[in-house]
């Protein structure tokens, strides 16, 4: 079975431009998260996909974040546009329900210059 | 709100020390508690993991923790620490919704010869 899958594992991008994120998660799980981990600070949530559905969005920064779970697949997670504080590692994790066990991807790791 | 706490970024201990990592939760409702491993360049892994039921828990790689309301700890241990244990370990606490989870810091644990 396949795990979570992070698409791209770097990504150096200008203040400014825009990127994208994306997170396959594991087949047959409805939830999917996406954390961030700013540099020595903790892993934080983000936001919670139940399907195609936003159940949880109390975590995101500000509105130059926007995801998306087209057909309750795979997510994207865009920044436009990036700024320099945006940079971090940023984990996709899913599970089946509430109160499972969450498994995470391998994380992207954005830097802004 | 749901958090914890690790106490100590930095945990040094020899080959075969035992390894002894600390967590101290705050909860309004009984907590359900993890303990996840980042090896160098992988995600997350689910180490253990506590929900109800016998509070002595075992998980992967020789690893348990012990929930201790009475101290609101969930410290990790291992009686013999490995080389390949060398990792940041994650403490984490479901929030109250039931799904997200809330990290701590992490601690770093370095192994030497």
């Known amino acids: 079975e396949a795990g979570v899958t992070q698409f791209p594992s770097h990504s150096v991008i200008e203040k400014g431009q825009t990127v994208t994120l994306r997170c396959d998660p594991i087949?047959?799980?409805?939830?999917l998260y996406w954390y961030r981990r700013v540099m020595g600070k903790e892993i934080k949530f983000l936001l919670h996909f139940v399907k195609e559905s936003k159940q949880d969005e109390s975590g995101m920064p500000n509105n130059r974040f926007l995801a998306e779970r087209t057909g309750g697949t795979y997510s994207t997670l865009k920044v436009q546009p990036a700024e320099l504080e945006d940079s971090g590692v940023y984990f996709c994790a899913s599970s089946r329900g509430v109160n499972t066990e969450a498994f995470f991807g391998q994380g992207t790791r954005l830097t802004v210059v | 709100a749901q958090s914890v706490t690790q106490l100590g970024s930095h945990v040094s201990v020899s080959e075969g020390a035992l390894v002894l990592l600390r967590c101290n939760y705050s909860s309004s409702v009984p907590p359900y508690l993890f303990w996840y491993v980042q090896y160098p360049n992988q995600g997350l892994q689910l180490l253990l993991k506590y929900t109800t039921g016998a509070t002595l828990v075992k998980g992967i790689n020789g690893f348990e923790a012990e929930f201790k309301k009475s101290e609101t700890s969930f410290h990790l241990t291992k009686p013999s620490a490995h080389m390949s244990d060398a990792a940041e370990y994650f403490c984490?606490?479901?929030?109250?919704?039931?799904?997200?989870?809330?990290f701590g810091k992490g601690t770093s644990l370095l192994v030497t010869p």
């Open positions: 984490a606490v479901i929030s109250k919704s039931g799904y997200a989870l809330n």
């Open positions: 087949s047959g799980h409805d939830n």
